[in-house]
């Protein structure tokens, strides 16, 4: 069956911290791979996607890489700021299989 | 409106009463899906809209629970004779098609007591 497995949170960082969220998934087929993030009092958005092995997904200075090798996705940001504070959900979706599969979501908190 | 709205946004209830879950998808989205989002672990899959008919009801997780929808439009949520362990934010998403993205409103806390 189709998975998705994140690290458990919380994180807490300090403002300008490295982030890593650490993601692996196991799926039949050829997955596209999600982040999803949800801020306090909003509905989940969808922060980036990477369709097939080795692309790259990017937005908002958060980055995470399809590793086929190693059934990875994980999330990276190189200095987080307070706003990043937020639940993060990584998610997968089979071709031809509509629904989301979500892992359990990580919450991180940026301290100024 | 500008995106997928769902009401109520809290609704507490007692165990044995019916509960009906709204949701509003963004105009023109054809496809529509709900989630259940239990407190400490990810989202599950619930049921699955393309229009009015739901080609994918393999989420639902007993015959207490239910959907339906109008068109490509309103979609409700019932849960009848709620139990506690009903307890969670139901999320609606929608979405152009079903490999588009897919669009979250912002949940409704169900909360059986």
């Known amino acids: 069956g189709n998975s998705v497995t994140q690290m458990e949170g919380p994180v807490t960082l300090s403002e300008e911290a490295f982030l890593t969220i650490n993601c692996t998934y196991t799926?039949?087929?050829?997955?596209?791979l999600f982040w999803y993030v949800q801020y306090p009092g909003e509905g989940l958005q969808l922060l980036l996607k990477?369709?097939?092995?080795?692309d790259k997904g990017s937005n908002k200075g958060f980055e995470a890489t399809y590793r086929k090798e190693t059934t990875s996705f994980h999330l990276e940001k190189g200095s987080v700021q307070v706003s990043d504070s937020a639940v993060y959900f990584c998610a997968l979706r089979n071709s031809g299989n509509t629904p989301l599969v979500f892992g359990k979501g990580t919450r991180l908190s940026v301290i100024a | 409106g500008a995106g997928v709205s769902q009401s109520p946004s809290n609704k507490v209830t007692e165990k044995g009463k019916d509960v009906e879950l709204r949701c509003d998808p963004i105009?023109?989205?054809?496809?529509l899906y709900w989630y259940r989002q239990r407190l400490g672990q990810g989202l599950e899959f619930l049921i699955y809209f393309q229009g009015n008919s739901a080609p994918d009801k393999s989420g639902l997780p007993s015959d207490r629970f239910s959907a339906e929808r109008t068109g490509e439009s309103v979609s409700t949520l019932t849960i009848q004779r709620t139990q506690q362990e009903d307890s969670a934010v139901y999320l609606c998403?929608?979405?152009?098609?079903?490999?588009?993205?897919?669009?979250f409103g912002p949940g409704t806390r169900l909360t059986v007591l």
């Open positions: 998403a929608s979405s152009l098609g079903r490999d588009n993205e897919q669009f």
């Open positions: 990477a369709t097939k092995a080795d």
């Open positions: 799926a039949t087929g050829y997955p596209s």
């Open positions: 105009s023109g989205h054809t496809a």
